[in-house]
């Protein structure tokens, strides 16, 4: 919704999550699984694949890797 509703660019949020998860407290395991799927989803958007599915698909592996 961001994307769309307030006209930001998916490299513009990927940017600003991988920044953002630097900055997080918690182990460096998860961190570096973390900025894995951050940059996969990057490069699948530069390739031409849909940014919401990629977005939606980012924030699923996030939530799993957090649990």
């Known amino acids: 919704e961001l994307i769309i509703g307030q006209g930001f660019s998916s490299t513009d949020i990927l940017r600003q999550l991988f920044t953002e998860v630097l900055n997080l407290n ?3 395991k998860l961190i ?3 900025v894995e799927k951050i940059g996969n989803t990057d490069y699948y ?3 031409g694949a849909s940014e919401s599915i990629q977005m939606k698909s980012l924030m699923a592996q996030i939530i799993k ?3």
């Open 26 to 28: 918690i182990k460096d």
């Open 32 to 34: 570096v699984d973390i």
């Open 45 to 47: 958007i530069s390739e």
């Open 65 to 67: 890797i957090a649990e």
